[in-house]
């Protein structure tokens, strides 16, 4: 979620919460290590689908303790052992290195790296880069390549190792000219723009004009003023309507190659003859130089040497002279001036790029749009392209991967400490994006036909693949596998399905439970899975294998304990009830998952789970069952609706936020009757009017509830009255102290209980039992069993009614689970368990009304709030996700948006949602069409469809192939491989009226939205939709690639696009994210530092965090650009400017690199970096910087969007500091009107946006302007926090100031009338802004708010923190005590 306040990760799990109060207390530490024994250290929180508030509340306690303790482990079971940290940040030393004809260098190396990393650095260097084949020596010993450096003998501070050229082999020659062909490559973007090798696009550096930190520092700072140019290009100006393209990809003059060789590849005449072969020679290369000289070179054991062949004749004997060298790049260094000049010029430039821009990926990222591209010759990539179609790895030759293995021998690894479960999580990383990478080759691969089916004999569409040992099928209905789901419908939404659930069983993680590496690709209009293959599967019937679960959806099903053993430990986390279920004889089977789960045992011996399609429970709103009536707040909204498939089931994010939501509601009521108990019993008069006469709402677990809350809105129907969440606090907040608004603020359970149910001792013990929600007990199970406590009659009856109420599964704790196999069709359940049945179903109704009732209202009201501000498809889809709304909710979603009294605050929020709407129907629809084209109309086809989207012109014709291919084509038409084949040309008949027609029918069948237009143009007119915005969202959406250039959309005399302008389309790829859980605590612990301002030592975890995820993912990653973030907002609050700077820089491009260049995350960064660029003085980069985040904006989602507001006034004011001032003006009126929109006429946001442009006239010495807008802000203040506030005295002071000058600058005007020439003029006293004033401006306006404090300030305030958190604890069994009311930002924050 593009987040407003900029410090919770993208991709947060919200899992932990941290209570501040228990962090420093000494006994904390204690009740955590009993009360918490999860040996997985809450590994399960390693997914974004994962936990939800899901109250592992001990379990960051635990870590904040521990970090004063030892500011390691995050493993409870343990004691903490001070190793480990240690271990991480081992001290490095530094060895002196000497290559063949260089200088000896210093390269500073640390103990953990191995000898490999050294070889890898010495490739990289500008003077050694063209060496591959060497060896390292110490005292003339060869090291090994794979050993750590802290295993060498002798090797230590000052070592010398010298670099020794080794003899080639056929390996490393080819080795070697893949390197030498990378480095000629290295400053080409297009490997970027054809999505190959993890490359990505990056433009930073265009508006930096290079690296921001040194060659910052090197610019004239004082004389800046004079030199910038200001103005920004038309299309960046407020209100216009032109969106051009072509900015999107601005030309980096780097990027013009220099041309070091015409033509570099293998030679004809390879291989080597046997007699040669035995001369040395390994291969032969063919080589163009720039000087037009053609040459042959033979690649030797000794080296590379000219020989005598030429293109028709073949003689391997050296040429005189021969030139031989040990590297390819000295060779050709001697025979062409001009490489030796430009390679020499492309090495200086390839290392001053900044690391980021080079380093690959970790998952591919693909351009929506690409300039034209030269198609340059290149060997190796054509040898690329042939041997992958054997599904060799490169570099492997003949070795296929055995990926399962690969997979689970990653999952076996050791976890008990802290380096062993940064080994194993970044092993699994590794492997899941490598498997992958190979997942999507091979799909492409059975789609465009280059693979051979296992079962060749059958229709196309039920055909199955096996590729470099992984497993393809289609999403079609095979064998009417699915005919009573839905068909075909049902088979496309199965493997996504089954991937939600491969995600959910992989992040609880047990040991000795098995998932298949999983791969979702949508490609050319078909789903193809990827399976990592089981051991011993092919071989067998399934009927034999499988040994738990049901192949036919439940008429025959099998059992086994090992199973169960294995999926009881998963089913407290993902809330799956055992039950049984009968088979086909009438007995009753326990299973412990879905019926369709089935347990196969491999050849391996290994238990694996497959089918995952039903892990989450089905969503009663789109699975009309006969004699079965939903909750009123679903049939108000036309709910139960008739879906397209069966399998639409609630998200797992939506199962936490309902059980957190009847957790509160548990223990809301059972501390409401133990209070009653406790004031009956002891007749304490006086409690007894204040604790229980008051309401249930009132009582006190609702104190921190009252925090902003967005995933807990109002409890259901149970609590008419919701504490009022004060809009004005939430506003006041500054938005730099991560509000609790931004992603939850669920009510941390253990804090509440604490609170609340303290009344009694039991109280406080049932506040442990009743944790059935949070942590998954270790290996003891189930919730424990209350001991104490519950011996009270009494306190056994209030607990076993709050059970009941809620719904629980167990009367004597709080544990809810669902069945999932309620309402499948086929599946019978036994007489015995009747009741529960009932029970589980009245639960299923509870959670689809839930999710209407509740997370729809919540997530609109957060965006009302700005909590939440989705900026394009991709960032709506994550705000519905985050709270378990799947998009097929989007028709009500949308339609509750259009009923809402503030529709107009939620303007762009209707229109994105609409944008969104149109873009998936279309896709839908495209994803037939394109089933029926072949691969040689696939251009024409494209564009086509593009043509009757966007484009106005009426009759949009497609363009068929020439006509010498069809007559050639007919012969052919029986063999067409393609899946699907069919007729191929009926695309071509698609007309602009038909493809709208389908849309909005679509959009009324799939989502019950009804949308009114029947055009392209009614759709824009209507809705304010952008067609630049529709092109991003579908070609982003299904992979199309176009060229970057000027499309006329509008004109109604010819299509706005041609088949020459699609260049490719690409796969849309699902799979699973391994996380870095220990990574993600450390960063939650600073994050709970951060806030509660503990700055350095917040800063000093986050640091810690930034270390293991680079650990486990490596240098590229989205939660390492959230921590750069984070990190550079905190260096910039502390004062560190230069180093915000180089932190945001880094953040910038990593999210250029794994977001994409337009995503809003992208432009948040932008936005962030010019703030700091403008503090360190660079003030034409920081206007750069936002036009550049303006344009993207503008593309992105328009003009009329909340962030634009916040966009204007950081421009204006940058403006305003370099005295342009009506360029100024365009800008923030621009804000201001955007703002009194979106935050309502009355808002302080309004009144600050008065006061910016207030200051702008007054530079511009137009006084009554001035005044005119100083007083809308001053008659806010005042209404909104009375006379005596700061602000309201500020204001009032302005306008005095103002006054005062518009009097003087009357008087002179009136002496130059009276006088005229001789008239004596007081000079008047125009000032430009100080960059101090308009620094402070922007940091107000960014929600960074510096409080000047002294040293001793600081140490007095810490103390009262101390001391307030003593007497919370103190007087927990108190009420709240009502002098401190609990500031938001004092709350526990679930993030």
């Known amino acids: 979620m593009v987040s407003k306040t900029d410090d919770i990760p993208a991709s947060v799990p919200n899992c932990n919460s941290v209570d501040p109060a228990e962090g420093d207390t000494p006994d904390s530490k204690e009740t955590t290590k009993t009360s918490f024994k999860d040996p997985c250290g809450c590994a399960h929180s390693a997914d974004t689908a994962m936990m939800n508030g899901n109250g592992d509340h001990d379990h960051s306690e635990e870590t904040d303790s521990k970090q004063e303790g030892s500011g390691a482990d995050a493993d409870p079971g343990e004691d903490a052992n001070e190793q480990e940290v240690i271990v991480i940040q081992d001290t490095g030393f530094t060895v002196k290195i000497q290559a063949p004809g260089t200088e000896p260098f210093d390269l500073q190396v640390s103990p953990q790296e191995m000898v490999q990393e050294i070889h890898q650095v010495l490739m990289d260097r500008e003077d050694t880069c063209h060496r591959t084949c060497f060896s390292l020596q110490l005292d003339g010993n060869v090291l090994d390549n794979f050993a750590e450096l802290k295993s060498i003998e002798g090797l230590q501070e000052g070592s010398f190792l010298k670099v020794v050229e080794e003899p080639y082999t056929v390996r490393e020659a080819r080795i070697h000219v893949r390197h030498i062909r990378d480095l000629l490559k290295s400053m080409d973007p297009s490997d970027a723009y054809n999505g190959v090798d993890c490359n990505s696009l990056s433009f930073l550096s265009v508006f930096t004009d290079g690296d921001l930190g040194d060659s910052g520092k090197r610019k004239k700072k004082g004389s800046e003023l004079e030199q910038?140019?200001?103005?920004?290009?038309?299309?960046?100006?407020?209100?216009?309507?032109?969106?051009?393209?072509?900015?999107?990809?601005?030309?980096?003059?780097?990027?013009?190659?220099?041309?070091?060789?015409?033509?570099?590849?293998?030679?004809?005449?390879?291989?080597?003859?046997?007699?040669?072969?035995?001369?040395?020679?390994?291969?032969?290369?063919?080589?163009?130089?720039?000087?037009?000289?053609?040459?042959?070179?033979?690649?030797?054991?000794?080296?590379f040497y000219l020989n005598q062949s030429t293109t028709y004749s073949f003689n391997p004997k050296p040429a005189n002279p021969s030139f031989l060298s040990h590297s390819l790049v000295e060779l050709l260094s001697q025979i062409s001036p001009a490489f030796k000049k430009?390679?020499?010029?492309?090495?200086?430039?390839?290392?001053?790029?900044?690391?980021?821009?080079?380093?690959?990926?970790?998952?591919?990222?693909?351009?929506?749009?690409?300039?034209?591209?030269?198609?340059?010759?290149?060997?190796v990539r054509a040898e690329d392209a042939?041997?992958?179609?054997?599904?060799?790895?490169?570099?492997?030759?003949?070795?296929?991967?055995?990926?399962?293995?690969e997979l689970q021998t990653t999952r076996e690894l050791p976890r008990k400490n802290l380096p062993e479960r940064l080994l194993r999580e970044r092993a699994i990383f590794k492997v899941h994006s490598d498997f992958a990478a190979a997942a999507t080759r091979g799909a492409m691969a059975v789609i465009d036909g280059n693979v051979m089916a296992i079962n060749p004999g059958e229709e196309t569409r039920m055909q199955m693949f096996i590729w470099n040992n992984i497993f393809f099928s289609l999403g079609f209905d095979v064998r009417d596998h699915y005919r009573e789901l839905g068909g075909d419908a049902a088979a496309h939404a199965a493997p996504t399905n089954d991937l939600n659930g491969v995600r959910a069983y992989g992040a609880v993680d047990v040991e000795g439970l098995y998932t298949l590496g999983t791969v979702v690709v949508d490609y050319r209009g078909y789903r193809v899975t990827a399976q990592s293959i089981i051991p011993g599967i092919l071989e067998r019937e399934q009927e034999q294998s499988v040994i738990y679960g049901s192949i036919d959806f439940g008429k025959t099903v099998v059992s086994h304990p090992k199973y169960l053993e294995l999926l009881e430990k998963t089913s407290r986390p993902l809330k799956v009830q055992r039950h049984p279920v009968l088979n086909e004889k009438e007995a009753p089977v326990e299973l412990c998952s879905s019926v369709e789960c089935k347990g196969i045992i491999g050849n391996d011996g290994r238990h694996y789970i497959l089918d995952l399609l039903r892990t989450f429970p089905p969503d009663l709103n789109f699975l009309p069952v006969d004699g079965e009536e939903l909750p009123p707040e679903c049939q108000r909204l036309a709910y139960p609706r008739q879906h397209r498939h069966r399998l639409a089931c609630l998200r797992q994010e939506l199962i936490e936020a309902f059980v957190e939501h009847r957790y509160l509601l548990f223990m809301k009521m059972a501390a409401l009757q133990l209070m009653q108990q406790k004031a009956n019993k002891e007749n304490k008069a006086a409690a007894l009017t204040d604790g229980s006469n008051a309401e249930p709402e009132a009582s006190p677990a609702d104190?921190?509830?009252?925090?902003?809350?967005?995933?807990?809105?109002?409890?259901?129907?149970?609590?008419?009255?919701?504490?009022?969440?004060?809009?004005?606090?939430?506003?006041?907040?500054?938005?730099?102290?991560?509000?609790?608004?931004?992603?939850?603020?669920?009510?941390?359970?253990?804090?509440?209980?604490?609170?609340?149910?303290?009344?009694?001792?039991?109280?406080?013990?049932?506040?442990?039992?009743?944790?059935?929600?949070?942590?998954?007990?270790?290996?003891?199970?189930?919730?424990?069993?209350?001991?104490?406590?519950?011996?009270?009659?009494?306190?056994?009856?209030?607990?076993?009614?709050?059970c009941k109420a809620v719904g629980s599964i167990s009367d004597t704790s709080f544990d809810i689970r669902f069945n999932p196999d309620i309402f499948s069709p086929g599946v019978r359940f036994p007489e015995s368990s009747a009741d529960a049945i009932q029970k589980q179903k009245q639960l299923l109704k509870d959670a689809a009304a839930f999710l209407v009732s509740c997370q729809i209202p919540s997530l609109v009201k957060d965006c009302l709030d700005h909590s939440a501000l989705p900026m394009d498809g991709t960032t709506l889809t994550e705000a519905l996700h985050q709270r378990g709304i799947n998009v097929r909710y989007l028709g009500t979603v949308l339609d509750f948006v259009d009923k809402t009294p503030a529709k107009t605050q939620l303007e762009y929020f209707y229109r994105i949602g609409v944008s969104e709407l149109v873009t998936r129907c279309a896709k839908h629809i495209f994803k037939t069409y394109l089933q029926g084209v072949e691969l040689s109309a696939l251009s024409a086809a494209v564009s086509h469809f593009l043509n009757c989207f966007l484009s106005s012109f009426p009759d949009a014709v497609a363009h068929l192939p020439a006509d010498e291919l069809v007559s050639r084509r007919k012969n052919r038409k029986r063999r067409n491989r393609v899946p699907g084949g069919g007729d191929n040309t009926a695309w071509a008949s698609l007309t602009p009226v038909e493809l709208w027609k389908n849309i909005v029918s679509e959009a009324q069948t799939y989502y019950h939205f009804t949308l009114h237009c029947e055009s392209v143009d009614q759709a824009v007119e209507k809705y304010g939709l952008q067609k630049s915005t529709l092109l991003r969202e579908i070609s982003v959406k299904t992979g199309i690639q176009i060229l970057i250039k000027e499309y006329n959309f509008d004109s109604r005399h010819k299509p706005a696009f041609t088949e020459e302008d699609i260049l490719n389309i690409f796969p849309v790829v699902k799979h699973v994210n391994p996380k870095a859980s220990d990574a993600f605590h450390?960063?939650?612990?600073?994050?709970?530092?951060?806030?509660?301002?503990?700055?350095?030592?917040?800063?000093?975890?986050?640091?810690?965090?930034?270390?293991?995820?680079?650990?486990?993912?490596?240098?590229?990653?989205?939660?390492?650009?959230?921590?750069?973030?984070?990190?550079?907002?905190?260096?910039?609050?502390m004062g560190d400017h230069p180093e915000a700077l180089n932190n945001q820089q880094k953040a910038v491009l990593m999210s250029e690199r794994v977001l994409g260049i337009e995503h809003p995350n992208t432009i948040q960064e932008y936005m962030h970096l010019a703030l700091y660029c403008f503090a360190n003085g660079q003030l034409s980069t920081a206007l750069k910087l936002l036009y550049r985040a303006r344009y993207l904006m503008l593309v992105v989602c328009g003009e009329d969007h909340p962030e634009m507001a916040l966009l204007d006034s950081n421009i204006g004011l940058v403006l305003h500091g370099v005295m342009e001032y009506d360029l100024s003006l365009r800008f923030l009126e621009n804000a201001l009107a955007i703002n009194s929109k979106y935050h309502g006429l009355r808002s302080l946001k309004v009144a600050l946006s008065h006061h910016l442009v207030a200051r702008v006239y007054e530079s511009k010495a137009e006084f009554r302007s001035a005044l005119q807008h100083e007083k809308e802000g001053y008659t806010i203040y005042k209404n909104q926090v009375g006379e005596a506030h700061e602000k309201t005295k500020e204001s009032s002071e302005y306008l005095k100031y103002l006054t005062q000058q518009a009097v003087a600058l009357q008087r002179t005007m009136n002496e130059i009338y009276k006088n005229g020439s001789n008239?004596?003029?007081?000079?008047?006293?125009?000032?430009?802004?100080?960059?101090?004033?308009?620094?402070?401006?922007?940091?107000?306006?960014?929600?960074?708010?510096?409080?000047?404090?002294?040293?001793?300030?600081?140490?007095?305030?810490?103390?009262?923190?101390?001391?307030?958190?003593?007497?919370q604890e103190a007087s927990k069994s108190e009420e709240p005590s009502e002098e401190t009311p609990m500031e938001p930002e004092d709350l526990p924050v679930d993030d």
């Open 386 to 405: 042939y041997t992958s179609r054997l599904g060799y790895e490169e570099h492997i030759p003949g070795q296929t991967r055995d990926w399962n293995e």
């Open 228 to 303: 910038i140019d200001c103005t920004p290009p038309e299309h960046i100006l407020p209100g216009s309507k032109e969106r051009p393209l072509v900015p999107l990809q601005p030309q980096n003059k780097d990027w013009k190659p220099l041309q070091c060789l015409k033509v570099l590849t293998m030679s004809g005449w390879n291989p080597p003859p046997g007699n040669r072969k035995m001369h040395g020679d390994l291969m032969y290369l063919y080589i163009v130089t720039a000087e037009e000289r053609h040459v042959s070179i033979t690649a030797s054991t000794r080296g």
């Open 703 to 802: 104190g921190p509830q009252s925090a902003p809350a967005s995933e807990d809105p109002a409890p259901a129907s149970d609590a008419p009255t919701k504490p009022a969440t004060t809009p004005s606090e939430a506003s006041q907040t500054p938005e730099s102290q991560p509000a609790e608004a931004e992603t939850t603020a669920t009510v941390t359970t253990t804090t509440t209980t604490t609170a609340a149910a303290e009344a009694t001792e039991p109280a406080e013990a049932l506040a442990l039992t009743t944790n059935g929600t949070p942590e998954p007990e270790g290996p003891d199970g189930q919730g424990r069993e209350c001991e104490s406590p519950l011996e009270d009659p009494k306190s056994r009856e209030v607990v076993l009614n709050a």
């Open 1319 to 1367: 008239a004596s003029i007081m000079p008047l006293k125009f000032t430009a802004p100080s960059m101090a004033s308009v620094l402070e401006q922007l940091n107000i306006i960014n929600g960074i708010i510096f409080i000047p404090l002294s040293q001793k300030d600081l140490e007095n305030l810490k103390a009262e923190v101390q001391r307030r958190q003593m007497l």
């Open 1082 to 1133: 450390f960063f939650q612990s600073g994050q709970a530092k951060v806030q509660q301002g503990f700055l350095k030592e917040g800063c000093e975890l986050i640091n810690e965090a930034l270390n293991l995820f680079n650990n486990v993912y490596g240098a590229m990653h989205v939660e390492i650009c959230a921590c750069l973030r984070l990190l550079a907002r905190l260096n910039y609050i």
């Open 342 to 379: 430009n390679f020499t010029a492309l090495q200086k430039k390839r290392v001053q790029r900044h690391p980021f821009e080079r380093i690959a990926t970790p998952f591919q990222v693909y351009s929506w749009t690409a300039p034209q591209i030269d198609h340059a010759m290149d060997c």
